[in-house]
């Protein structure tokens, strides 16, 4: 649970970055975190982009109110609030994802849960809050699931409508900008981890990256066993060919068997 973000729900995670490797242990490198060093005002953030940049954003948000009215950005960390958006979260997570297989609790009602109660007690701390965008009748286009710990702001998850009346109007990247401008000017955060992942929505934002472990255990026979397996595992993930192959029979299970 949250990957390499130690918390209560999370006290002993098994993904690590290299600050918290410890040599005792075996690790397995797994994949790049992208990562923004936030500019200290707004003016040098809108200065790490051509004004084209921030111009194409703001005429797409533009055109989506003068096409379906207002557009609402907001930082949720209200127990109501969090309880009526995490409910559309989960349906509109679903409404993404629901045609391709992906190994998280989060395409079962069951298994969200958890994460909707780790939100809604990790924001009384000031340690989550879920960022959202909404049309004028409150319906759920975007979000970003959110937590933090030490100034760092962490994207752990992510969705936006797939709706083809939406698509022209980058909504995701708006939230994005939203969420960004918002963290600089709270001036509560040093660092916006984006987490998990090298996709091309997020390198728009920073060309910083840090690689991520999977702590294997310590140093034994049985240990490096697990070791050689796990790299091996890693090769399948990420092998665009037995990648595509593997989720397609999760697929297929996926569909006879249910989600959870």
């Not at 609402?72 to 989960?90: A, H, K, W, Y």
């Not at 989060?106 to 849960?113: D, S």
């Not at 000017?185 to 920073?206: A, C, L």
């Given at each position: 649970?949250?990957d390499?973000?130690?918390?209560?729900?999370?006290?002993?995670?098994?993904?690590v970055?290299?600050?918290a490797?410890?040599?005792?242990?075996?690790?397995?490198?797994?994949?790049y975190?992208?990562y923004?060093?936030?500019?200290?005002?707004?003016?040098?953030?809108?200065?790490?982009h051509?004004?084209?940049?921030w111009?194409?954003i703001?005429?797409?948000?533009?055109?989506?109110?003068?096409?379906?009215g207002k557009l609402?950005?907001e930082?949720?960390?209200?127990?109501?609030?969090?309880?009526?958006?995490l409910?559309?979260?989960?349906d509109?997570?679903?409404q993404r994802?629901?045609?391709?297989?992906?190994?998280?609790s989060w395409?079962?009602k069951?298994?969200?849960?958890?994460?909707?109660?780790?939100?809604i007690e990790l924001?009384?701390?000031d340690?989550?809050?879920?960022?959202?965008?909404y049309?004028?009748?409150k319906?759920?286009?975007?979000?970003?699931?959110?937590l933090s710990?030490?100034?760092?702001?962490y994207?752990y998850?992510y969705?936006?409508?797939?709706?083809n009346?939406?698509?022209k109007f980058s909504?995701?990247?708006?939230?994005?900008?939203r969420?960004?401008?918002?963290?600089?000017?709270?001036?509560?955060?040093?660092?916006?981890?984006f987490?998990n992942?090298?996709q091309?929505y997020?390198m728009e934002w920073?060309?910083?990256?840090?690689?991520?472990?999977?702590k294997?255990?310590?140093?034994?026979?049985?240990s490096?066993?697990k070791y050689?397996?796990?790299?091996?595992?890693?090769?399948?993930?990420?092998?665009?060919f037995f990648?595509?192959?593997l989720?397609?029979?999760f697929k297929?299970?996926?569909?006879f068997?249910g989600?959870?």
């Amino acid at each position: 649970m949250f990957d390499y973000i130690k918390n209560k729900y999370n006290q002993y995670p098994t993904m690590v970055t290299e600050d918290a490797m410890e040599d005792e242990n075996l690790y397995v490198k797994y994949i790049y975190a992208p990562y923004l060093i936030l500019p200290k005002t707004v003016e040098e953030f809108n200065s790490a982009h051509k004004s084209k940049f921030w111009y194409n954003i703001k005429r797409s948000a533009r055109m989506y109110e003068d096409t379906f009215g207002k557009l609402s950005f907001e930082i949720v960390t209200d127990n109501n609030d969090l309880n009526f958006f995490l409910d559309q979260v989960f349906d509109l997570f679903n409404q993404r994802w629901k045609d391709e297989y992906l190994s998280t609790s989060w395409k079962c009602k069951e298994g969200f849960e958890k994460y909707k109660e780790a939100m809604i007690e990790l924001s009384k701390s000031d340690n989550a809050f879920l960022a959202v965008l909404y049309d004028e009748n409150k319906k759920l286009l975007s979000y970003a699931y959110c937590l933090s710990n030490d100034q760092t702001a962490y994207f752990y998850q992510y969705t936006t409508t797939t709706e083809n009346k939406y698509k022209k109007f980058s909504l995701g990247k708006f939230l994005l900008y939203r969420l960004l401008l918002n963290l600089i000017e709270s001036k509560k955060y040093v660092i916006f981890d984006f987490m998990n992942g090298e996709q091309e929505y997020k390198m728009e934002w920073t060309k910083q990256k840090k690689p991520i472990y999977l702590k294997v255990n310590c140093r034994t026979f049985k240990s490096y066993i697990k070791y050689f397996l796990l790299k091996f595992k890693i090769y399948l993930q990420f092998h665009d060919f037995f990648r595509d192959r593997l989720k397609m029979l999760f697929k297929i299970k996926e569909n006879f068997f249910g989600k959870c």
